[in-house]
């Protein structure tokens, strides 16, 4: 997937094209049926390799939540100790 620009509700909605194309064809040109299935191997390729950056950002998300939560409940028992009460 070279292009940063990639859009993932685009490349599904192409998908989903395919498989219509695909549906109506009564009599499949086998030629053409070929370039459907390289641009969908293709489209599935790139889908692919963008759940995974997505996840791997949420994830990265995730652990900044969570450490932050960490800190504030350790700065949050610290003052409590500090009281002179």
Known sequence: ??????????????????????ENQEEIDVEAGLEKVKEGAE????????????????????KEVKKSDEVEVEDDEESVEDMPF
Request: net charge positive; aromatic share 10%.
């Open 43 to 62: 489209l599935v390729k790139d889908c692919k390799t963008r759940l995974a950056e997505v996840q791997n950002e949420f994830e990265t998300i995730r």
């Open 1 to 22: 997937m070279a292009d940063k620009k990639f859009n993932l509700k685009a490349s599904l909605h192409k998908l989903n094209d395919i498989v219509t194309w695909f």
